[in-house]
């Protein structure tokens, strides 16, 4: 099945059999007022497309071709609620999560919106009481030390966040440490655990089904450490789990069973996808590190993104033309992979995040209609630092024999103040490098006079499609506004390709078969039918304990 099998899509085809040949250098020689023809701006935020292999006519057509496949109607459905999750037969309303008070969402004659802010309040409470001091262990200590369990989307986006936002911890969230623990071999929570304090620390335990066996071995893990701390005073399990644990999760009953009281269970559902999930309660880490008022910045920033999304034409929606030059590149230029290049130390785990966002979302081989694709879908997305990139990988993007196609993510201004020279000095150098490499990916060594009579080992040959956007400032609004915006990217590109981004089937075969392992690795039992190279690693490895 071919989506692209359509009047708009024959068209692109057909341009981009000229296009594909033209170099990025020329375009901007032929059109001197390219910046200003194809960078688009909110208050915040802005999107540079112009180092893009672009014209207007290829817009044209990728908004076309948005229409073709509907996409008005799908922006609809998803923020109104269908189901749109059609294997899991259930919507998508991660943006309800950041929908203001005063506005109505019902879903199955439930007003959602009223349970979303419910659920707000009582994170503020229990953030407002950590805060103050007042959330005391079992031994009458303050809880000082939190450690978020969790993994995938339970993990990255509050980790990303707490990271990007720390400079906005509030006057009471500066004595609160955070850590967070996701790998399942046991080494970071060993590491971490010798440092800690059992009397002053508490654990989130954050899982959408409460039953992910990383997130539930290191869950144990704790509960066993601080069982052995307190076995002298004979404290009682059950109040060892009431001061020392809160469970966050979509399953209240199994939070039970595991022993957590249901006055530590904070909820959200079963319409929120894990990696859109930090909007909810699963951001009860952020709202430790920032505040309850910078958490509902956040939310604020990503409803702005969210509102701009739903009223803009496609010709100036900046998730819409995100994703359409994402499209153009993927699967008219063939373009299959894509680097996260963030020019801001506060950002290092926005590239992790990101490969979760697009590739769990729209890493797909089947459509809707449960046919093979006959296109490419989501590309290898891998990224770092861009300072450090230039270290590290930069060679192969600008010699390489590989076609990349790169965000470029920083702020305009960083350290002001009379006291912050030599630091304002250094954002400068940063941003001064952040626009030199964008530059050079797409015009090549066109931008030196006299480049072509070097040798050819020195050429950088460019032509590497490159999107810059620019935040005025990193706050928790702005951050909001970017995560949503690429949010609603990975959306767009999943109703152009036919596949549906809010479920991870890939995924679950490993762990059936991992469980299936585990008898023959610890030698309660042996499995025949193995493949030779599986029982082979699995004999070498018993012959080493």
Known sequence: ??????????????HATTLGKAHIASMFKQNPNRFEDFSYSLPGLMLDLS????????LNLLCALAREKQLDQWINDLLTGEKINESENRPALHTALRTPVDQTLEVDGVNIIDQVHENLAR??????????????????????????????GSDLGPFMACKALGEFTTTNSRDIELHF??????????????KLDPTRTLFVISSKSFTTIDTLANAETAKEWLKRAYQYEGTDEALILARHFIGVSATPQR????????SNHLYFWDWTGGRYSMWSTIG?????????????????????MDSHFRDTPFEHNLPVLLALTGIWNINFLGITAHAILPYDGRLSHLPSYLEQLEMESNGKNTTRSHELVGYNTCPVLWGEIGTNAQHAFYQLLHQGTIPV????????????GPNNIDLKRQHQLNLSNCLAQSQILALGDTVIEGADKAPAYKRYRG?????????????????GMLIALYEHKVFVQSVIWNINPFDQWGVELGKTIATGLLPALTGEADNPSLDSSTRGLIHHINTKR
Not at 1 to 14: C, H, K, P, R, S
Not at 255 to 262: L, R, S, T, V
Request: aromatic letters at 6%; proline letters at 4%; a negative charge.
């Open 1 to 14: 099945m071919n989506v692209f099998a359509t009047e708009a899509g024959t068209d692109l085809y057909e």
């Open 51 to 58: 180092k893009q292999r672009i014209t207007s006519e290829t």
């Open 123 to 152: 994170m503020e409470r229990l953030v407002n009481q950590i805060h103050a001091g007042q959330w005391l262990g079992c031994t009458g200590d303050p809880i000082d030390t939190i450690v978020n369990i969790g993994v995938g």
């Open 181 to 194: 623990v996701s790998s399942m071999d046991g080494s970071h929570i060993s590491s971490l655990l010798d």
């Open 255 to 262: 939070m039970i069973d595991w022993g957590i009281p249901e």
């Open 284 to 304: 009860l880490p952020i709202a430790l590190r920032i505040g309850m008022s910078g958490f509902r910045e956040m939310l604020a920033g990503a409803h702005v």
């Open 405 to 416: 196609m790169c965000d470029f993510i920083t702020c305009a201004v960083r350290y002001e």
């Open 463 to 479: 032509n590497q499609p490159c999107t810059t956007l620019l935040l005025d400032k990193l706050t928790p609004h702005t951050f």
